[in-house]
C-alpha cells in the first residue's frame, strides 16, 4: 500500500475518470446531482465473501461466481492464508496484520478464539466512523456463542447491522443473533432455513435497503461451508458432511478425487518427526476423504447462488460499477497430502486460498501470480475508500498488486502456525517448526512439496537467506513486514 490514502483517493480518481469520459462523451454532468454524484463516485460499497476451509482447487464448484467476479476482475493464483487456521485468519482480514500484531494465535483460549481479539480496531469500526453502513452476515471468530448467548447477545462495535450466528455447526439446527436476540433456525429442517440460503436473504436484504438509502456500505459475508458439521446430533452422517441443500445433493456424485503424488505421501523421511510419526491413511480413511471431497464441492453450490444473488442485485440496482467485491477462504484444507486431514501447517494445499475481485480501478480478466496474502484485503478496503486505517497495516493493496505485479514478484510473507512459523516467496517456502525441524521446497522444481531440500548443499545460500528473511519477518510491524 503506498500510504493511507486520503479520504476518497483511489475511488476519486476512478470518479473523475468517469466524468471525463462522460464529458467527451457529450453528457451534461454539470446538471447532475452534485452530492449523489459524489457519493456514488468517491465512496465505493464494498463487499468480502469469505468461506471456509476452502482449498484453491474448489473454485471448479463455484462457476457462477467465476464467471460473475474472476471474468470481470482478477484471479490473484498465489494467494496464502498467512495463518491457515480460522480464527487468526479472521483477524487477520478484520485487521489487515499478522496473528503476532492482532495476538489470536490459535482457535481456543487462552492464546485464541474470540477472547484474545481487539475488535475495537477493525475495518468495520474505521468504515463506521468514516460514515459507511456495515453489516456481518454469518460466522464470526470462534467462540463467539459464548457471547452471543449473554442476555444481551454480544455486538462487536462497528457493526450498524449484526447478523452474527451464535452456533455454526450445523447447515440445519443453527443458530445468530438477529436484531439484538438470539434466533434459531432450520431445527425443522425446512429447505429455506439451510444456512448459505439463509445469508444469502439477509445480505441482498441489507445490499437493497442500503442502496434505497443512498449509503455507502461495507458488507462481509462469511459462510461454514464447505467446513465440516460437527458428528453429533442432528442426524449429521460422516459421509454426508457437510450436508448440500437440497437443490444441489447429487451434483457431484461422480466427480473423481484429484489424487496426487502428494496424497497419502509414501515416503515422508524429509518431512518434519510430527509427519513422520502420522501413519499412512488406511483403506477407510481414504473412503472418507474422497466423500468428504464430494461432500464439500456439493455444500459450495448453495455459496455459488449467493455470490450470483448478490452480484446480480448490484447489477439490477445499477450500483455494480461502484462496489469492490473480494472473495476468498480464511484457509485451505488437507485432504490426506503427506498423509494429513485438517489445516493449521504451511504446506500450500492448507495455506493457499481463493482469492477474486472486481470493482473501481481493477482489470478485467487478469490473472496476477505475484505472491499475496490475507494481510492484504484490509489494506485494499482501505485504499478503495480512502478511510484511515484503524490499525498500521502490514499488507499492500491489492490494487497497487494488480497494477504491477512484477514490483512484488520477489515478495515474501510469513506463514503462521501454532507449532511452526516459515516464509513463502513465488519460488521457494522455507518453515522452521517447533523442537527444531527445518523444511525447504523449491516451488518450481516441486510443486507438490514432496522432497524438502533444507540439506542439500545445493541449496544452502537459499536457505540463509530466508532463515535471515524470517527472522526479519517473525516480529515485524508495519513497514516492516513489506
Given amino acids: 500500500?503506498?500510504?493511507?490514502?486520503?479520504?476518497?483517493?483511489?475511488?476519486?480518481?476512478?470518479?473523475?475518470?468517469?466524468?471525463?469520459?462522460?464529458?467527451?462523451?457529450?453528457?451534461?454532468?454539470?446538471?447532475?446531482?452534485?452530492?449523489?454524484?459524489?457519493?456514488?463516485?468517491?465512496?465505493?460499497?464494498?463487499?468480502?465473501?469469505?468461506?471456509?476451509?476452502?482449498?484453491?482447487?474448489?473454485?471448479?464448484?463455484?462457476?457462477?461466481?467465476?464467471?460473475?467476479?474472476?471474468?470481470?476482475?482478477?484471479?490473484?493464483?498465489?494467494?496464502?492464508?498467512?495463518?491457515?487456521?480460522?480464527?487468526?485468519?479472521?483477524?487477520?482480514?478484520?485487521?489487515?496484520?499478522?496473528?503476532?500484531?492482532?495476538?489470536?494465535?490459535?482457535?481456543?483460549?487462552?492464546?485464541?478464539?474470540?477472547?484474545?481479539?481487539?475488535?475495537?480496531?477493525?475495518?468495520?469500526?474505521?468504515?463506521?466512523?468514516?460514515?459507511?453502513?456495515?453489516?456481518?452476515?454469518?460466522?464470526?471468530?470462534?467462540?463467539?456463542?459464548?457471547?452471543?448467548?449473554?442476555?444481551?447477545?454480544?455486538?462487536?462495535?462497528?457493526?450498524?447491522?449484526?447478523?452474527?450466528?451464535?452456533?455454526?455447526?450445523?447447515?440445519?439446527?443453527?443458530?445468530?443473533?438477529?436484531?439484538?436476540?438470539?434466533?434459531?433456525?432450520?431445527?425443522?429442517?425446512?429447505?429455506?432455513?439451510?444456512?448459505?440460503?439463509?445469508?444469502?436473504?439477509?445480505?441482498?436484504?441489507?445490499v437493497g435497503s442500503s442502496l434505497r438509502r443512498n449509503d455507502p456500505f461495507f458488507l462481509t459475508v462469511s459462510t461454514l461451508a464447505p467446513h465440516a458439521e460437527r458428528l453429533r446430533g442432528a442426524g449429521v452422517r460422516p459421509r454426508v458432511n457437510p450436508r448440500p441443500a437440497p437443490r444441489h445433493r447429487h451434483a457431484y456424485d461422480h466427480v473423481p478425487f484429484p489424487t496426487t503424488e502428494s496424497f497419502n505421501e509414501l515416503d515422508v523421511s524429509d518431512k518434519p518427526a510430527w509427519v513422520q510419526e502420522t501413519p499412512r491413511l488406511s483403506a477407510t480413511l481414504r473412503k472418507q476423504v474422497r466423500a468428504r471431497y464430494r461432500d464439500r464441492l456439493t455444500s459450495l453450490g448453495a455459496v455459488d447462488d449467493l455470490v450470483a444473488r448478490i452480484v446480480d442485485t448490484l447489477r439490477d440496482e445499477r450500483a455494480l460499477r461502484d462496489t469492490l467485491v473480494i472473495f476468498t477462504s480464511d484457509n485451505g484444507f488437507l485432504l490426506g497430502e503427506h498423509r494429513l486431514r485438517g489445516k493449521d501447517v504451511a504446506y500450500k494445499e492448507a495455506s493457499q486460498v481463493p482469492l477474486l475481485a472486481r470493482g473501481p480501478g481493477l482489470p478485467k480478466r487478469a490473472r496476477v501470480r505475484a505472491p499475496v496474502g490475507n494481510i492484504d484485503v484490509a489494506a485494499t478496503i482501505y485504499d478503495a475508500t480512502g478511510v484511515e486505517p484503524a490499525v498500521e497495516q502490514d499488507g499492500v493493496s491489492l490494487f497497487d498488486v494488480a497494477d504491477d505485479p512484477s514490483e512484488y514478484r520477489d515478495r515474501e510473507l510469513l506463514i503462521e502456525t501454532t507449532q511452526s512459523i516459515g516464509v513463502r516467496t513465488s519460488d521457494f517456502l522455507y518453515v522452521e517448526h517447533d523442537g527444531g525441524d527445518t523444511e525447504l521446497y523449491d516451488s518450481n522444481a516441486d510443486p507438490l512439496e514432496l522432497n524438502s531440500v533444507h540439506d542439500d548443499p545445493a541449496y544452502a545460500a537459499i536457505r540463509s537467506e530466508l532463515a535471515q528473511r524470517l527472522d526479519q519477518l517473525r516480529d515485524c510491524e508495519g513497514d516492516e513486514c513489506r
Fill in 1 to 206: 500500500m503506498r500510504g493511507a490514502a486520503p479520504l476518497g483517493g483511489r475511488a476519486r480518481v476512478v470518479g473523475a475518470t468517469f466524468a471525463l469520459a462522460a464529458l467527451c462523451g457529450g453528457l451534461m454532468l454539470a446538471r447532475a446531482e452534485p452530492d449523489a454524484l459524489a457519493q456514488r463516485t468517491t465512496e465505493p460499497n464494498v463487499i468480502v465473501v469469505m468461506t471456509d476451509d476452502q482449498r484453491r482447487g474448489d473454485m471448479l464448484a463455484l462457476p457462477k461466481t467465476r464467471e460473475r467476479i474472476a471474468r470481470r476482475g482478477v484471479t490473484f493464483t498465489r494467494s496464502w492464508a498467512t495463518f491457515p487456521l480460522c480464527c487468526p485468519s479472521r483477524a487477520t482480514n478484520l485487521t489487515g496484520q499478522y496473528a503476532h500484531n492482532h495476538d489470536v494465535l490459535s482457535n481456543h483460549p487462552p492464546d485464541g478464539g474470540i477472547g484474545p481479539f481487539d475488535d475495537s480496531a477493525t475495518t468495520a469500526t474505521a468504515l463506521d466512523q468514516a460514515g459507511y453502513r456495515t453489516a456481518l452476515v454469518g460466522k464470526y471468530l470462534s467462540g463467539y456463542w459464548r457471547r452471543a448467548a449473554e442476555d444481551p447477545p454480544y455486538v462487536p462495535p462497528g457493526w450498524d447491522r449484526w447478523l452474527g450466528m451464535g452456533d455454526p455447526g450445523f447447515m440445519w439446527g443453527w443458530s445468530q443473533v438477529v436484531n439484538g436476540r438470539l434466533r434459531n433456525w432450520g431445527h425443522g429442517r425446512r429447505p429455506d432455513e439451510y444456512q448459505t440460503d439463509v445469508l444469502a436473504r439477509q445480505a441482498r436484504s441489507f
